[in-house]
C-alpha cells in the first residue's frame, strides 16, 4: 500500500492529473517501482548523461542546469515533488541530457523503468493524454526560456521575472522565495547585473525593495 506522501506526490504529477488518490493507488498496484534516495548536492546526472529511468521526484528538489564551454551556467528549471525528470528523452532516439542535474536538498523519487511507464501509458487513456500534454507544455517552456534567455535585455529579464512572480501571487507585492544569485542564475546573468538593474529600476520608481519583499509602483517604468 502506498504512504500518503507517496500518494500526494503523484498527486501533483502531470502524469495522474484529474485522477483522485485512490484511483492513483489502483492504477499503480500492478507497476513495478522502487522508492530511492539521493542526499543534498548530490549528482543525479551530468550533461551527456542517457536517460534511463522514468523519475517522479516524492520529496525533496532537483536543479537542472545547462552550461557553456565557458563554464557560464544557466538553471534551466527546478524541479519538486510530482515533476518528471526530463520527460521528453525516456522515449527519445537520442536520450543523451543536455543539462545536469543535482538535488538541492535530501530527496527520494519513485522510479520506474520506460518498460513500466509504457505499459501505464498503454493501457490507462487518461495517463496517455496526461504524457501527452506535458511534452506539449515542456516544448511551451522551453521556447519561453528561449526567448528570454537570447532575445531581451538584463533589465527586461528582471521585469519578466517580477511581473511574472506578480502574477503568481496574485498581488504587486511579492516575496521572493529565491536568493539573488539564484534568480540571476536562472536568467544567465551575472548577480552584479541583477542588482543593477534591480537598482535601476528602484530609480526609476518602477519598484520598491525591502529585503525579500518587492513591491510594483509603476509597471509602466518597467
Partial sequence: ????????ALGCCPLFRGLTQAEIETMMEGVAYRLVAFEKKDIYALTGYPCRYADIIVSGEMVARMAGLSGKSVEVSRLVPGNIIAPAFIFAQDKRLPVSVE???????LRMSPQELKRLI???????????QSLCDIDVFLTRK??????????EKVSYF???????QGSDTIRLDKSRQEIADSFGIQKFSLLRSMS???????????????TIIDRGKM
Fill in 1 to 8: 500500500m502506498m504512504t500518503t506522501k507517496i500518494l500526494n
Fill in 103 to 109: 538535488t538541492d536538498v535530501d530527496t527520494q523519487v
Fill in 122 to 132: 498503454d493501457t490507462e487513456e487518461t495517463i496517455r493524454m496526461n504524457f501527452i
Fill in 146 to 155: 528561449m526567448r528570454i534567455l537570447s532575445l531581451l535585455t538584463v533589465r
Fill in 162 to 168: 517580477i511581473l511574472t512572480a506578480a502574477k503568481e
Fill in 200 to 214: 535601476e529600476l528602484v530609480e526609476a520608481g518602477a519598484i520598491q525593495v525591502d529585503g525579500k519583499t518587492i
